[in-house]
Nanobody, 125 residues
């Protein structure tokens, strides 16, 4: 089992920044990748960014490239999502996911075996 706790969400004006954190505990030695997804009201969960845990290689959805940065603190078992130049369309609940499988696509939710409770991000215009 892996437990994930997100923090850092909130209300921000368009153009502003937020940094989300996701702290993992439990069987973290099994971590192959950690990802961020989001789900806006009435929409499906969508991939935002992912990082390969051991080597730190990032991957991003096209709509966040150049604005969001994913990083991890290996010693603290924590993954971060720095979000800059936020837009109202970025409003959603953001979820952290843990993936132990070394196969499958980063953007596929089914490769993630544990999820956090989510943190709300609201961007006002």
């Amino acid at each position: 089992q892996v437990q994930l706790v997100e923090s850092g969400g909130g209300l921000v004006q368009a153009g502003g920044s937020l940094r989300l954190s996701c702290a993992a505990s439990g069987r973290t030695l099994s971590t192959f990748r950690m990802g961020w997804f989001r789900q806006a009201q009435g929409k499906e969960r969508e991939f935002v960014a992912c990082i390969r845990w051991s080597l730190g290689y990032p991957a991003y959805a096209d709509f966040v490239k150049g604005r969001f940065t994913i990083s991890r603190d290996y010693a603290k078992n924590t993954v971060y999502l720095q979000m800059n130049s936020l837009k109202p369309d970025d409003t959603a609940v953001y979820y952290c996911g843990h993936g132990s499988a070394a196969y499958g696509a980063d953007h596929d939710p089914s490769v993630y075996d544990f999820w956090g409770q989510g943190t709300q991000v609201t961007v006002s215009s």
